[in-house]
């Protein structure tokens, strides 16, 4: 494997909300697995893959930055290899996941996606949503104001109004989901999977895990659970994934939120390899293609 040279990318701090730690141990896990099976990888920062032309077909990546993505979507246009891909990480943006989830049937909270200048009380009394998160739409959340919890519509039509003041033009609301909070992470074509309660490990980006709180440890199918998000994954073009889940009081499972490579915090020394055998399988279907 001497020959494979890959270029590897590291997330931008900014889209590191409290992990950039966890984000860059993940990354570094993986590279260091794969120069263990005789790849070469060039490490990048996020700046210098902007800036600069890069010379390996293969580019590992956990960019987030809207011109780095740009980037990754020219150069995967142009025949190189992009793990994720920049347009799957460009599908994990609020407004598109949402559409995306739920225009190919995947479990996904009833939401209405809209402009944030806009009245929306009525809409939420008629759709008889109560308690509703808000989400920035256009992009990943950076702040902890980009996810916001709203008791009722007037709360929600008051965020909605600040978030338009902040600059963000669309949202995407989603129904209260009651039940228990999970958080999941796996990898395309893989059985490997992995999930906790992040409320009872006390694992936290923003602390929202507090609005569901403790879990109660309701019963659900995991290899359903598995099977969704492996669909989820292909259909989102993400091969590198994680999220959240709802798990309701029949056991009804739900996705609230999918990720593009995540920082696998609780399970990166078990996951890492894993990563590393995703990328290595894609590179050797990726060389078939090109023969």
């Given at each position: 494997?001497?020959?494979?040279?890959?270029?590897?990318?590291m997330?931008?701090?900014?889209y590191?909300p409290?992990?950039i730690?966890n984000?860059?141990a993940?990354?570094?896990?993986?590279?260091?697995?794969?120069?263990?099976?005789g790849?070469?990888?060039?490490?990048?920062?996020?700046?210098?893959?902007?800036?600069q032309?890069i010379?390996?077909d293969?580019?590992?990546?956990?960019?987030?930055?809207?011109?780095?993505?740009?980037?990754?979507?020219r150069?995967?246009?142009e025949g190189?290899?992009v793990?994720?891909?920049?347009?799957?990480?460009?599908?994990?943006?609020?407004?598109?996941?949402t559409r995306?989830?739920?225009g190919?049937?995947i479990?996904?909270?009833?939401?209405?996606?809209?402009?944030?200048?806009?009245?929306?009380?009525?809409?939420?009394?008629?759709k008889?949503?109560s308690?509703?998160w808000?989400?920035?739409?256009?992009?990943h959340a950076?702040h902890k104001?980009?996810?916001?919890?709203?008791?009722?519509?007037?709360?929600?039509q008051e965020?909605?109004h600040?978030?338009?003041?902040r600059?963000?033009?669309?949202?995407v609301?989603?129904?209260?989901l009651?039940?228990?909070?999970i958080?999941?992470?796996g990898?395309?074509?893989?059985?490997?999977?992995?999930?906790?309660?992040?409320f009872?490990?006390?694992?936290?980006?923003?602390?929202?895990?507090?609005?569901?709180?403790?879990?109660?440890?309701?019963?659900?199918?995991?290899?359903?659970?598995?099977?969704?998000?492996?669909?989820?994954?292909e259909?989102m073009?993400?091969?590198?994934?994680?999220?959240?889940?709802?798990?309701?009081?029949?056991g009804?499972?739900?996705i609230?939120?999918?990720?593009?490579?995540?920082s696998?915090?609780?399970?990166?020394?078990?996951a890492?390899?894993h990563?590393?055998?995703?990328a290595?399988?894609?590179?050797?279907?990726?060389r078939?293609?090109?023969?």
């Amino acid at each position: 494997m001497a020959d494979i040279k890959i270029a590897g990318v590291m997330r931008a701090g900014a889209y590191s909300p409290n992990h950039i730690g966890n984000d860059a141990a993940i990354f570094n896990a993986v590279t260091d697995q794969l120069r263990k099976r005789g790849c070469e990888v060039r490490v990048y920062s996020e700046e210098q893959f902007r800036n600069q032309d890069i010379e390996e077909d293969i580019i590992l990546n956990m960019c987030r930055e809207q011109q780095s993505i740009e980037k990754l979507e020219r150069l995967e246009d142009e025949g190189k290899l992009v793990i994720n891909s920049g347009y799957g990480i460009e599908n994990c943006t609020r407004e598109r996941m949402t559409r995306i989830l739920l225009g190919n049937g995947i479990p996904y909270p009833d939401s209405l996606i809209v402009n944030t200048n806009e009245d929306v009380r009525a809409q939420l009394e008629e759709k008889g949503f109560s308690k509703v998160w808000i989400k920035r739409g256009d992009f990943h959340a950076m702040h902890k104001e980009d996810v916001s919890y709203c008791r009722h519509p007037q709360e929600a039509q008051e965020v909605l109004h600040e978030y338009f003041y902040r600059g963000i033009r669309r949202a995407v609301i989603n129904i209260h989901l009651v039940g228990d909070l999970i958080k999941f992470y796996g990898v395309q074509g893989q059985d490997w999977f992995y999930w906790f309660y992040p409320f009872d490990e006390g694992h936290s980006k923003y602390g929202h895990e507090a609005v569901n709180g403790k879990s109660q440890g309701i019963k659900f199918d995991m290899e359903a659970l598995k099977e969704t998000c492996q669909k989820a994954s292909e259909i989102m073009d993400v091969k590198i994934f994680g999220g959240d889940c709802i798990v309701a009081e029949d056991g009804t499972v739900r996705i609230i939120d999918f990720n593009d490579w995540p920082s696998f915090a609780p399970c990166r020394v078990e996951a890492a390899p894993h990563l590393a055998k995703c990328a290595l399988q894609s590179i050797k279907s990726w060389r078939k293609r090109n023969k």
